[in-house]
């Protein structure tokens, strides 16, 4: 994406999220609520097909998990993919994680896998690991697939936007037995077992404007829950929302609920892998670099761990991040007198190296906790590890007929 798309983005983002002012914005925001509607009628006739059998649904004979949400990021997803990931693992389980990879480069030559002529190699997904061994930088990876296949051992990671087609590769290439589908909920081709769906208690339905994209954040309309099998709350603090619970419970009375907080563990240097405690980030003054979904709840983390935020360079979410870039924000903090550079794991493995590293740059590492359901967690693992009387398809075709789909 070029310098004026993701200005426009930028501009689109703030727009929905209510940070743009002005006439020009507030027309925005008229138009983009009526294309919302249009986008509505587009999701839930696409969910009716699927429902009534005009559109088919692959079943690959395995395990398949959905994680998702029905917001367009800022729930924490992929810590929550993470920690499944690892707790199937530790059962037994090979586990495949299907993404498709957003905003990853396409490769410039085609992989080799065993002795596939270059033909057959061209249809093949993206390995960014095998369970073994790391293949691809994250440029062609993704960011959150290859942070994910760096941090999990034995966890092998497909990227293909065609998730059927990685799918059938994981199993019959990689040996995997059970997949899980890296932000899923909205991919019907492939048929999921189980959904997972994350629900963020700061922002449950997305923005204010509580509406489907473009005006709002939401994907699909939030009676959709309905098709989730477990609901997870996620960035928890403090006491449960009961009225969150209530207006869930209201949507999805079958699934079960967990709460979950996103805490951070500790500070890992980007170029070098040395680990700080938390504590060094209290009184030092620290400039931000990210390219998230909601860069002021990262901002907001750090001060709340006590740093002293100077500034915050935002750029959109999974901005690849350029040398000029890098070097122009290095001179800013040095000018600045900046202590600490702070970044996001994800982002940091987009980060280039400057080319004067006179400030040390450092990623927060965020892990999920589960703070309230963890016997409903327990009993997720072992459902998806253990045999279930209930036919998985009908599982999903229940699911899938929920009321309030394609109506």
Same mark, same amino acid.
């Given at each position: 994406?070029?310098?004026?798309?993701?200005?426009?983005?930028?501009?689109?983002?703030?727009?929905?999220?209510?940070?743009?002012?002005?006439?020009?914005?507030?027309?925005?925001?008229?138009?983009?609520?009526?294309?919302?509607?249009?986008?509505? @009628?587009?999701?839930?006739?696409? @969910?009716? *097909? &699927?429902?009534?059998?005009?559109?088919?649904?692959?079943?690959?004979?395995?395990?398949?998990?959905?994680?998702?949400?029905?917001?367009?990021?800022?729930?924490?997803?992929?810590?929550?993919?993470?920690?499944?990931?690892? $707790?199937?693992?530790? %059962?037994?389980?090979?586990? $495949?994680?299907?993404?498709?990879?957003?905003? =990853? %480069?396409?490769?410039?030559?085609?992989?080799?896998?065993?002795?596939?002529?270059?033909?057959?190699?061209?249809? !093949?997904?993206?390995?960014?690991? +095998?369970?073994?061994?790391?293949?691809?930088?994250?440029?062609? $990876?993704? +960011?959150?697939?290859?942070?994910?296949?760096?941090?999990?051992?034995?966890?092998?990671?497909?990227?293909?936007?065609?998730?059927?087609?990685?799918?059938?590769?994981?199993?019959?290439?990689?040996?995997?037995?059970?997949?899980?589908?890296?932000?899923?909920?909205? &991919?019907?081709?492939?048929?999921?077992?189980?959904?997972?769906?994350?629900?963020?208690?700061?922002?449950?339905?997305?923005?204010?404007?509580?509406?489907?994209?473009?005006?709002?954040?939401?994907?699909?309309?939030?009676?959709?829950?309905?098709?989730?099998?477990?609901?997870?709350?996620?960035?928890?603090?403090?006491?449960? +929302?009961?009225?969150?619970?209530? =207006?869930?419970? =209201?949507?999805?009375?079958?699934?079960?609920?967990?709460?979950?907080?996103?805490?951070?563990?500790?500070?890992?240097?980007?170029?070098?892998?040395?680990?700080?405690?938390?504590? /060094? !980030?209290?009184?030092?003054?620290?400039?931000?670099?990210?390219?998230? *979904?909601?860069?002021? =709840?990262?901002?907001? @983390?750090?001060?709340?761990?006590?740093?002293?935020?100077?500034?915050?360079?935002?750029?959109?979410?999974?901005?690849?991040?350029?040398?000029?870039?890098?070097?122009?924000?290095?001179?800013?903090?040095?000018?600045?007198?900046?202590?600490?550079?702070?970044?996001?794991?994800?982002?940091?493995?987009?980060?280039?190296?400057?080319? *004067?590293?006179?400030?040390?740059?450092?990623?927060?590492?965020?892990?999920?906790?589960?703070?309230?359901?963890?016997?409903?967690?327990?009993?997720?693992? +072992?459902?998806?590890? /253990?045999?279930?009387?209930?036919?998985? *398809?009908? %599982?999903?075709?229940?699911?899938?007929?929920?009321?309030?789909?394609?109506?």
């Amino acid at each position: 994406m070029g310098q004026v798309g993701e200005d426009a983005e930028k501009w689109a983002a703030d727009v929905i999220f209510g940070r743009a002012r002005g006439l020009g914005a507030a027309l925005a925001r008229i138009l983009f609520r009526g294309l919302s509607h249009v986008y509505a @009628l587009v999701v839930q006739c696409r @969910l009716k *097909a &699927y429902r009534e059998g005009w559109k088919e649904q692959v079943r690959l004979g395995t395990k398949v998990v959905s994680v998702g949400n029905l917001t367009v990021g800022g729930t924490g997803k992929t810590p929550v993919v993470e920690l499944l990931a690892r $707790a199937l693992c530790q %059962r037994g389980r090979k586990v $495949a994680i299907l993404s498709r990879g957003y905003k =990853s %480069r396409k490769l410039d030559v085609p992989q080799q896998w065993k002795d596939l002529d270059p033909a057959e190699c061209e249809a !093949l997904p993206k390995i960014v690991s +095998d369970g073994q061994t790391l293949h691809l930088e994250a440029i062609y $990876a993704g +960011d959150e697939p290859y942070m994910l296949a760096k941090n999990l051992e034995d966890v092998r990671v497909v990227v293909d936007k065609d998730r059927v087609n990685g799918g059938r590769f994981a199993v019959s290439q990689l040996g995997a037995d059970t997949l899980l589908l890296d932000d899923g909920l909205q &991919y019907l081709a492939l048929d999921h077992e189980y959904d997972l769906v994350l629900v963020d208690q700061n922002a449950p339905f997305g923005t204010e404007a509580r509406a489907l994209l473009p005006r709002g954040t939401l994907r699909e309309p939030a009676r959709n829950l309905c098709r989730a099998s477990h609901i997870m709350i996620t960035k928890c603090r403090g006491p449960s +929302d009961e009225e969150l619970l209530a =207006s869930l419970r =209201s949507r999805n009375p079958t699934a079960e609920i967990m709460q979950a907080t996103h805490a951070p563990r500790h500070l890992e240097r980007v170029f070098g892998g040395e680990r700080l405690p938390l504590e /060094e !980030l209290r009184g030092k003054y620290v400039a931000a670099i990210s390219g998230i *979904a909601v860069p002021e =709840s990262f901002e907001s @983390l750090l001060e709340e761990l006590g740093a002293q935020v100077e500034f915050h360079r935002v750029f959109t979410d999974h901005h690849p991040f350029t040398q000029k870039e890098v070097d122009r924000f290095m001179t800013r903090c040095v000018e600045r007198d900046i202590e600490l550079v702070i970044t996001t794991e994800k982002d940091a493995v987009r980060f280039p190296r400057p080319q *004067a590293l006179d400030v040390e740059i450092y990623f927060l590492r965020i892990e999920v906790e589960i703070i309230d359901g963890q016997d409903v967690w327990n009993r997720f693992i +072992d459902h998806i590890v /253990e045999p279930r009387e209930q036919d998985a *398809a009908a %599982r999903a075709e229940e699911r899938l007929a929920c009321e309030g789909i394609g109506s």
